[in-house]
C-alpha cells in the first residue's frame, strides 16, 4: 500500500504515529509518500488528484485529499480503518489517536 500526506495534516501525523507504533511505517506493507518533501512526490500526487472522481467532494469542499491510502491493485480510500484492513492490521483504537482535533463552529474553536 502507498499513503500519500503531509506533516502539515493532523490526520497524517496520526496515521504516522500508529503506524510507528504498530511497526509498520516505510515497511514493506507501506510506502509513505510525503507531497511536501519534493516536486516530484507532489506532481505524483495531483496525477492521481487531479483526474480520479474520488477527489470531486474533496475538491468541492476545498480539501486536499490526504492522508490518501492507496492498494496495490489501484484501489483508493481516505478510510484508514479501510486501508489498515488491507494490511491485515485492526481498526484504530481512539487511544491510539495523538492528536485530536479540536471542535469548531461559527463561534471558533474550543
Do not use: H
Not at 54 to 71: A, S, T, Y
Amino acid at each position: 500500500m502507498k499513503v500519500y500526506g503531509a506533516d502539515i495534516c493532523i490526520d497524517c501525523r496520526n496515521y504516522k504515529a500508529i503506524a510507528r507504533k504498530r511497526g509498520f511505517v516505510d515497511s514493506e506493507l507501506v510506502s509513505y509518500v510525503d507531497i511536501t518533501e519534493n516536486t516530484a512526490n507532489l506532481r505524483e500526487f495531483l496525477a492521481i488528484r487531479d483526474n480520479d472522481p474520488i477527489f470531486d467532494i474533496v475538491k468541492e469542499r476545498g480539501g486536499i485529499g490526504i492522508p490518501l491510502f492507496v492498494k496495490e491493485d489501484g484501489t483508493k480510500t481516505f478510510e484508514m480503518d479501510e486501508a489498515f484492513a488491507w494490511i491485515g492490521q485492526p481498526p484504530v483504537e481512539e487511544d491510539e489517536i495523538e492528536e485530536k482535533m479540536m471542535a469548531c463552529s461559527i463561534f471558533g474553536c474550543k
